[in-house]
């Protein structure tokens, strides 16, 4: 069994290449980045991206690449646009072409973040920023192509590696004393590992059971529970607190404030809770609450000297 994987510089990328390595021998895991000499693994490129699906062949495609700069995606709506959306539809396309299964992250931006419930997989979209709005593109662009398809829905997320809240608030509690943060956007904050391990368990059933295509679709993954950003960073202050990290800012000195009060270039929903049944039940999954894996992840960066010196 080959798998391509684009997007092995990113979060999920990252933790994926671990998951995925007791599945498949080194010489049929082909990862991309977007700095591949050899195989095209640039989203903006669709080109490039055919040819090298083309070479390698895979039996399984998985996109882990987006473009992911939601404030930023205002003024380059072109580019998220390619990445995420024109991108995905030529590997589905390539994928129904070699009879390939193309499994493809997605967001909870898909949805306009209206009421207190958590959105299932069958409810009404209505992404209000461009980011958003082509994610879902990039959903309907794959579900169009008729190809075996498994789309992953996540959301809040965070990893000991990259770009992410956990690690800004943390160098944010030894820059300031005070910090406000926004305490009216509800979601959960959902672990790269758990989102590549989930992957790996999906990979492991394409491969074993005879029938597969059951198992096709939409799916929404994130941790158990639902926390408010300024919950979030409490969080994290206490438990960094908790275990020793020299910090300015005080959990105390952390202050709620409403979106209104923090305004930025793209509109960001108040509810991004998702409803995760599904994907449990058709794959025989127990998913944990959140906090279990932010403590993880911020037991290994503060276990790293470089981190906390």
Partial sequence: MKILLFGKNGQVGWELQRSLAPLVSSDQLFVLGSDSPALCGNLANPKGIRQTVRTVKPDIIINAAAYTAVDKAEQESQLAQTINADAPSVMAEEARRLNAWLIHYSTDYVFDGSGDQPWTETDTTGPLNVYGRTKLTGEDNIIASGCAHIILRTSWVYAAYGNNFVRTILRLARERDQLQIVDDQFGAPTGAELIADVAAHIVHTLRDQKNAAAVGGLYHLTAQGCISWYGFAHFILAQAAEAGMPLNLVPDNLHPIPSCDYPTPAKRP?????ETTRIQKTFN?????????????????????????
């Fill in 270 to 274: 108040l509810n991004s809770r998702l």
């Fill in 285 to 309: 999954l127990c998913l944990p609450e959140w906090q279990n894996g932010v403590s993880r992840v911020l037991i290994e960066m503060l276990a790293d000297p470089a981190f906390v010196s």
